[in-house]
C-alpha cells in the first residue's frame, strides 16, 4: 500500500532502532536533572541531624524538610500532564529546572528551619515536574519502538540515588569551600549541575510547538492535588504517631482519601480531567500500574531497613552504610542496559517477571538476618538484588508508555509518578510500623539501638546485655523484611499480565515528532 506523500515517515519513525546521538543528548540532560530531583530527597535525609543541631530544633521539626519537598512533589505532579499540554515540554521543563536551582539557593541561605522548609517546598514544586517531563520528552524523542532502552537511560539515576544519597550527603556535610562550611552544600551542589542543565535544554531540546490547550479542569485541580498531599501527609505521620490510628494520621488521611475519590467520580464525567483516569482503558498500563503499585511498597519500603539495620544494629555511619549499599547500584548498572534492549525486542512481561523473582529471592535472604551476619554476604546478596532491581522498574515503566499515543505519553508519565510517589510514601509507612511494633516491650534491643547513638549509654549497660539487643534488634529487622518478600511475590501476578512480545506502534505514531532536530 503506498504511503500518503504528506504523512512525514522520515521524521516520525527512526530509521534505527539504536539510540542515535540525538536522542542520546536528550537522555543527557534529562538525567541531569532527574540526578538532583532523585539524590536531592535521600541527601537531605542524611542532613536532618544537622538541622536539629544547628537550628535548635526538634526531630519532628527537622523532619519537615523532607515532609514539605514531599508534599510539594504531590501537589505539583498532578498538574504537569496538561501543563506539558498547554505551555509544551520544553518551556515546562526549563520552568522546573529554575524553581528547584532558585529552591535549592534559598535553601542554603536559610535563617531558621522554618525558612529551611519553606524553601524546600519552593524546591519541590519544581523538583516534582522534572521526572514526569523527563519521561515525556525521552519518550517522544525516542519513539515507542524505542522506549525500552531509552527508559533504561532514566532508570541509572532512579536506582542509584537512594544508594548514592546517603554517601554524597555524609561528605558534603563534612566539607569546607569558599569558607561556607558543612549543610550549606547539600543544597548549593545543585547550583553548577542545574545551570549546565538548564543550558542544554535551552540548545538540545526541540522547539515547543504546543497543541491548542484543552480547558483547564479548575475543579479537578482542587481535589486531586491537595487530596493527594493530605493523604500522603497522613501515611508519612505513621512513623511518628507509632500508630495508623491516631488523629494526625487519620484526619488528614480520610480528608485526602475523600477528595481524591471525589476527584474519580468528577473525572469520569468530564472531557478533559487533570488526571487522565481514561488511560486505564489501556490493557498493558493497568497491569503496569498494578506491578508498579506492588513493587514500589516493598522496594521503598524495604529501602530504609538496612541502612538502617546497618547503621543502628551494626553500628555504621551513614557514610560507611550508604558504601556497603554501593552493590545493589552496581548489579543494577550491569542489568539496566541489558533490559532496556531486551524491552524493545520482546517486551517488558518475560523481562520484568526475572527481575521480580530475582528480587525475591535475594530479599529473602534478608529474612535471615542476626547481629552478627557476615558482610561479605551481605554485599553478595545485595548485588544479585541490584540485578534484579535493573530488570524491573523502568521495564515497568516502559510497559506503561510504550503503548501510549504522542498525546497520551504526557498524562501517562504523570499518572506512573503519581503511583510510584504514593505507593513509595505507603510502603515506607508500613514498613517504620511494623518495625516500629516488633520492637516495641524488647528493652534490651531499644536500650542496645540508643547506645549506637549515645556511646554513655554503651558504657553503662552489662556487655551480654547489650549483645542480647543486638540480637532482638536484628530479629525484629528480619521479620519486617517477611513482608517486603510478601509483596515483592505478589508483584508477580500482576507482572505475569504485562506484554510478552515487541510492542507495537500507537496509532498515531506517524505523527510523533521523534527526532529532536530544530
Known amino acids: 500500500m503506498t504511503q500518503p506523500p504528506d504523512t512525514p515517515v522520515e521524521q516520525s519513525i527512526p530509521a534505527s532502532d ?4 540525538s536522542v542520546l543528548k536528550v537522555a543527557g540532560v534529562v538525567v541531569l536533572g532527574a ?30 524538610t523532607m515532609t514539605g519537598y514531599t508534599l510539594a512533589l504531590a501537589t505539583v505532579i498532578p498538574l ?29 541561605t536559610a535563617w531558621n528551619v522554618e525558612a529551611l522548609i519553606g524553601f524546600r517546598v519552593l524546591q ?3 523538583g516534582g515536574m522534572l521526572m514526569p517531563l523527563g519521561m515525556t520528552i525521552m519518550t517522544h524523542a525516542a519513539g515507542p519502538q524505542r522506549i525500552g532502552r531509552v527508559m533504561a537511560v532514566l532508570g541509572v539515576p532512579m536506582l542509584l540515588g537512594p544508594i548514592l544519597g546517603p554517601i554524597l550527603g555524609g561528605w558534603l556535610i563534612g566539607v569546607h569551600w569558599f569558607g561556607v562550611a558543612g549543610w550549606h552544600w547539600i543544597f548549593l551542589i545543585n547550583l553548577p549541575i542545574g545551570l549546565l542543565a538548564l543550558v542544554l535544554a535551552y540548545v538540545v531540546f526541540a522547539p515547543d510547538r504546543p497543541e491548542p490547550s484543552q480547558s483547564f479542569d479548575f475543579i479537578g485541580m482542587l481535589l486531586a492535588s491537595p ?22 494520621v487519620l484526619i488528614p488521611a480520610i480528608i485526602g482519601l475523600v477528595l481524591m475519590v471525589a476527584f474519580v467520580w468528577h473525572a469520569q464525567r468530564t472531557e478533559h480531567p487533570l488526571i487522565d483516569l481514561h488511560l486505564f482503558r489501556n490493557r498493558a498500563l493497568t497491569f503496569a500500574v498494578l506491578t508498579m503499585v506492588f513493587f514500589a511498597v516493598a522496594f521503598m519500603g524495604s529501602g530504609l531497613l538496612l541502612p538502617s539495620y546497618l547503621q543502628q544494629v551494626r553500628g555504621l555511619t551513614a557514610l560507611h552504610s550508604g558504601l556497603m549499599l554501593a552493590p545493589q547500584g552496581l548489579g543494577a548498572m550491569v542489568t539496566i542496559p541489558i533490559a532496556g534492549r531486551l524491552v524493545d525486542k520482546i517486551g517488558p512481561g518475560k523481562v520484568v517477571l526475572v527481575g521480580v523473582a530475582v528480587m525475591a529471592v535475594a530479599m529473602s535472604f534478608f529474612t535471615q538476618l542476626h547481629a552478627d551476619t557476615s558482610y561479605v554476604k551481605l554485599i553478595a546478596i545485595l548485588f544479585v538484588m541490584g540485578l534484579g532491581m535493573g530488570c524491573t522498574m523502568m521495564p515497568v515503566m516502559s510497559a506503561a508508555i510504550q503503548t501510549l499515543t504522542q498525546a497520551q505519553v504526557a498524562r501517562g508519565s504523570t499518572l506512573m509518578n503519581i ?35 549515645n556511646p554513655a549509654i554503651a558504657a553503662k549497660v552489662p556487655h551480654a546485655a547489650l549483645n542480647e ?13 517477611i513482608v517486603s518478600v510478601v509483596l515483592i511475590v505478589l508483584t508477580l501476578i500482576p507482572a505475569a499480565f504485562l506484554p510478552r512480545s515487541k510492542p507495537a506502534a500507537p496509532e498515531d505514531a506517524t505523527s510523533a515528532p521523534v527526532l529532536m532536530g530544530h
Open 227 to 248: 487530596g493527594l498531599a493530605l493523604f500522603l501527609y497522613g501515611v508519612s505521620s505513621i512513623p511518628r504517631e507509632h500508630t495508623a490510628l491516631a488523629s494526625g
Open 18 to 21: 539504536k539510540l542515535d546521538a
Open 469 to 481: 539487643g543486638f540480637s532482638q534488634a536484628a530479629s525484629a529487622f528480619s521479620h519486617t523484611f
Open 80 to 108: 504537569t500532564g496538561w501543563a506539558a499540554d498547554r505551555f509544551g515540554t520544553k518551556r515546562l521543563y526549563m520552568a522546573a529546572l529554575t524553581f528547584f536551582i532558585l529552591g535549592s539557593l534559598l535553601c542554603s
Open 124 to 126: 519541590g514544586l519544581g
Open 419 to 453: 503511583v510510584n510517589q504514593t505507593a513509595g510514601s505507603i510502603g515506607t509507612a508500613v514498613m517504620s510500623v511494623v518495625l516500629t511494633n516488633l520492637l516495641d516491650g524488647k528493652q534490651f534491643a531499644q536500650l542496645a539501638i540508643a547506645s549506637r547513638m
Open 35 to 64: 540526578i538532583m530531583s532523585i539524590l536531592d530527597i535521600t541527601v537531605v535525609t542524611i542532613g536532618i541531624p544537622t538541622f536539629q543541631t544547628t537550628f535548635h530544633t526538634q526531630y519532628t521539626s527537622a523532619a519537615w
